[in-house]
C-alpha cells in the first residue's frame, strides 16, 4: 500500500510564493511518476506539473515559468515550487503517484491567493 501526504499549502498574497511537499510512503518503486493536480471550487480537477524518476518534468500551460516541480528520490518526496502566484492558482493541489499502472492520491493542501 502507498500512501501520499501533502503539506505546505496555506494563504498567500498575489504575487507570493508557496512551496508544497508531498511525501510518498510504503511500497515505492525506483520507477514511478509524480504528478501535482489541483481542483479550483466548482471546477474539475486539473494537471498542474509532472517529473518522472529520471527526473523529466513537465508543466500545464498556466504554471509554466512560475512553478517549479522536482523530487528527493532519497526521501520519496516531490516538491512544487509556487512564484508569482495568482488568485487564480487558488485550489486544492493534490499529489499523484504512478507505478505499475497504480495511481495513488493524496488528500490535498488549500492554496489561497488573495488579490
Known amino acids: 500500500q502507498v500512501q501520499l501526504v501533502e503539506s505546505g499549502g496555506g494563504l498567500v498574497q498575489a504575487g507570493g510564493s508557496l512551496r508544497l511537499s508531498c511525501v510518498a510512503s510504503?511500497?515505492?518503486?525506483?520507477?514511478?511518476?509524480m504528478r501535482w493536480y489541483r481542483q479550483a471550487p466548482g471546477k474539475q480537477r486539473e494537471f498542474v506539473a509532472v517529473?518522472?524518476?529520471?527526473?523529466?518534468?513537465n508543466y500545464a500551460d498556466s504554471v509554466k515559468g512560475r512553478f517549479t516541480i522536482s523530487r528527493d528520490n532519497a526521501k520519496n518526496t516531490v516538491y512544487l515550487q509556487m512564484n508569482s502566484l495568482k488568485p487564480e492558482d487558488t485550489a486544492v493541489y493534490f499529489c499523484?503517484?504512478?507505478?505499475?499502472?497504480?495511481?495513488?492520491w493524496g488528500q490535498g493542501t488549500q492554496v489561497t491567493v488573495s488579490s
Open positions: 510504503g511500497s515505492i518503486f525506483s520507477i514511478n511518476v
Open positions: 499523484n503517484l504512478e507505478q505499475m499502472a497504480y495511481n495513488y
Open positions: 517529473i518522472t524518476s529520471g527526473g523529466t518534468t
